[in-house]
C-alpha cells in the first residue's frame, strides 16, 4: 500500500531553479541583509555618537524616522516582491503607506511638542479655574463633610 498523496501540490519541484539562479538569490539576500545591517549600524552609531546632543535631539529624531521608513519600504520592495511589480503598483502601495505613516509621526511629534510647551500654562489654567469655583455644597445631613466627632459619613447612607 503505497502513501503517496496526489492532492499535494509541491510548489518548489516546479522551479526549475539552476544552480546560477540559485547563487543569484542567494547573493541579493545577502546584499539585503548587508544594507540593513549597514543602516541599523548608522543608526545605532548617530544613537551612541550624538543621542545625548540637546541640540542635534530634533534632527536626530527626523533621521530616524527616515532611516526606518527606508528599512521598512525596502523590506517590502524586496522581501514582499513588490520591486517586481510594475512603476504604478508600488506607488499605489507605497506613497499611501508613506504618507500616513509620516501624517502618524508628524501628529506624535507635533502633539508632544505641544504638550510640553504648553503644560505649564494649562495647569495654571486649571488652577485659576479651580480658585474661581466655588466650594462644594454640604451634604444631605447639613453637617458637612464631617459629622459629629470628626467622623466621615460615607458608607454610612
Do not use: Q
Not at 501540490?9 to 541583509?33: F, T
Not at 552609531?45 to 543621542?51: A, E, T
Not at 510594475?86 to 501628529?107: E, H
Not at 510640553?116 to 480658585?131: C, M, Q, V, W
Request: charged share 25%; aromatic share 10%.
Amino acid at each position: 500500500m503505497s502513501l503517496v498523496r496526489d492532492d499535494i501540490y509541491e510548489y518548489s519541484l516546479d522551479a526549475h531553479h539552476d544552480e546560477a539562479a540559485g547563487k543569484a538569490l542567494r547573493k541579493k539576500i545577502y546584499w539585503v541583509l548587508a544594507l540593513l545591517s549597514v543602516v541599523t549600524m548608522v543608526e545605532v552609531g548617530l544613537g551612541f555618537k550624538f543621542g545625548r546632543v540637546v541640540e542635534l535631539k530634533e534632527t536626530l529624531k527626523w533621521v530616524f524616522i527616515l532611516l526606518t521608513l527606508f528599512k521598512a519600504g525596502y523590506i517590502v520592495m524586496v522581501f514582499m516582491h513588490l520591486g517586481d511589480e510594475k512603476k504604478n503598483l508600488r506607488a499605489i502601495i507605497l506613497v499611501p503607506y508613506f504618507v500616513l505613516v509620516g501624517y502618524l509621526i508628524f501628529i506624535c511629534l507635533d502633539e508632544a511638542i505641544y504638550s510640553s510647551e504648553h503644560r505649564a500654562g494649562i495647569e495654571t489654567s486649571f488652577k485659576e479655574l479651580n480658585a474661581k469655583t466655588p466650594a462644594p455644597a454640604h451634604d444631605e445631613h447639613g453637617g458637612g463633610e464631617h459629622g459629629e466627632g470628626g467622623e466621615s459619613h460615607e458608607g454610612h447612607h
